[in-house]
Nanobody, 126 residues
Framework: QVQLVESGGGLVQAGDSLTLSCAAS????????LAWFRQAPGKAREYVAG????????SYGNSVKGRFTISRDSAKKMVWLRMNNLQPEDTAVYYC???????????????????WGQGTQVTVSA
């Protein structure tokens, strides 16, 4: 059974940094696409960053490129999202997602992921 547990959210000021963590269990890292999504109130779930199933390729949403960095440790079964220069528009609930069936063309789509964590709130004040 796949379980994803996020942590590290909080309230920060604009320009601050924050690192989110996702502890994954029940997954085989070498065969699982892992990603971070976020959802702000009243908005659709948005792709933030993710790794391909093999872990050899990472990608980022346009709004976070150059500010956020995704990383992973297969031995620890952990995925992190380092967020620098946070802005109020980054305020959202951040979710960790996993799928062993997603293909590259659907990697940024939320409906391609079958497994989700409970989410962690990130609030950025101006």
């Amino acid at each position: 059974q796949v379980q994803l547990v996020e942590s590290g959210g909080g309230l920060v000021q604009a320009g601050d940094s924050l690192t989110l963590s996702c502890a994954a269990s029940g997954v085989t890292f070498s065969m699982t696409a892992l990603a971070w999504f976020r959802q702000a109130p009243g908005k659709a779930r948005e792709y933030v960053a993710g790794f391909s199933r093999t872990g050899g390729y990472s990608s980022y949403g346009n709004s976070v490129k150059g500010r956020f960095t995704i990383s992973r440790d297969s031995a620890k079964k952990m995925v992190w999202l380092r967020m620098n220069n946070l802005q109020p528009e980054d305020t959202a609930v951040y979710y960790c997602a996993a799928s062993d069936r997603v293909i590259s063309s659907s990697q940024t789509r939320a409906d391609a992921y079958a497994n989700w964590g409970q989410g962690t709130q990130v609030t950025v004040s101006a």
